[in-house]
């Protein structure tokens, strides 16, 4: 059974920053391509970032390039989302995923301005 859990998430003020990480159980985030998605309030869900499975290639929503970073620990079997420079319009639940197939529940982000 895949689970993701992710964690991390809280209220900070804008200009400041945030790491979320989303701990997997029964799938490796080696073998997997991993994102991060997130979804505001009356938004749909928007890609963020994501990592390959092969070789760590990453991408980016243009809305978070420069500011956010995507990375992972095999050993922990754990992705991780660095988020600097956080703006109000950052404010939403931010999901893990495994192959866009495996979710987890979700952890809040609140930016305050």
């Known amino acids: 059974q895949v689970r993701l859990v992710e964690s991390g998430g809280g209220l900070v003020q804008a200009g400041g920053s945030l790491r979320l990480s989303c701990a997997a159980s029964?799938?490796?985030?080696?073998?997997?391509?991993m994102g991060w998605f997130r979804q505001a309030p009356g938004k749909e869900r928007e890609f963020v970032a994501a990592i390959s499975r092969s070789g760590g290639g990453t991408r980016y929503a243009d809305s978070v390039k420069g500011r956010f970073t995507i990375s992972r620990d095999n050993a922990k079997n754990t992705v991780y989302l660095q988020m600097n420079s956080l703006k109000a319009e950052d404010t939403a639940v931010y999901y893990c995923?495994?192959?866009?197939?495996?979710w987890g529940q979700g952890t809040q982000v609140t930016v305050s301005s």
């Open positions: 995923a495994a192959d866009s197939r495996y």
């Open positions: 029964g799938r490796s985030v080696s073998s997997s391509e």
